[in-house]
């Protein structure tokens, strides 16, 4: 099973822009696809953005099409999110999952291992 450890969380200004890292060890990283979800207090945690084990195909919740960008670099074995034009309503703990199905899945059900989460604020 693979573990995941985020990083590049914290606080930025509304129209900002962060990229979260997801390191992950342990069984091949390129066998997985990958995921990030968020979860904002008192809200359910939500689907942002998916890649395939290859790269090749990326899937992005409609709120974050054309500010977020998924990417993999499996020499690396890691997963990113780059999130420009950053809003208030983006506050969240973000997590990065993996699935072994290899898909850009959009469901959490279709994820097996989580990371721990890390805080994203944006202030307004």
């Known amino acids: 099973q693979v573990q995941l450890v985020e990083s590049g969380g914290g606080l930025v200004q509304a129209g900002g822009s962060l990229r979260l890292s997801c390191a992950a060890s342990g069984r091949t990283f390129s066998d997985y696809g990958m995921g990030w979800f968020r979860q904002a207090p008192g809200k359910e945690r939500e689907f942002v953005a998916a890649?395939?084990?290859?790269?090749?195909?990326?899937n992005s919740a409609d709120s974050v099409k054309g500010r977020f960008i998924i990417s993999r670099d499996n020499a690396r074995n890691t997963v990113y999110l780059q999130m420009n034009r950053l809003t208030p309503e983006d506050t969240a703990v973000y997590y990065c999952a993996a699935g072994r199905t290899g898909w850009a899945a959009t469901s959490s059900l279709q994820y097996d291992t989580w990371g721990q989460g890390t805080q994203v604020t944006v202030s307004s």
């Open positions: 890649i395939t084990r290859s790269g090749g195909v990326t």
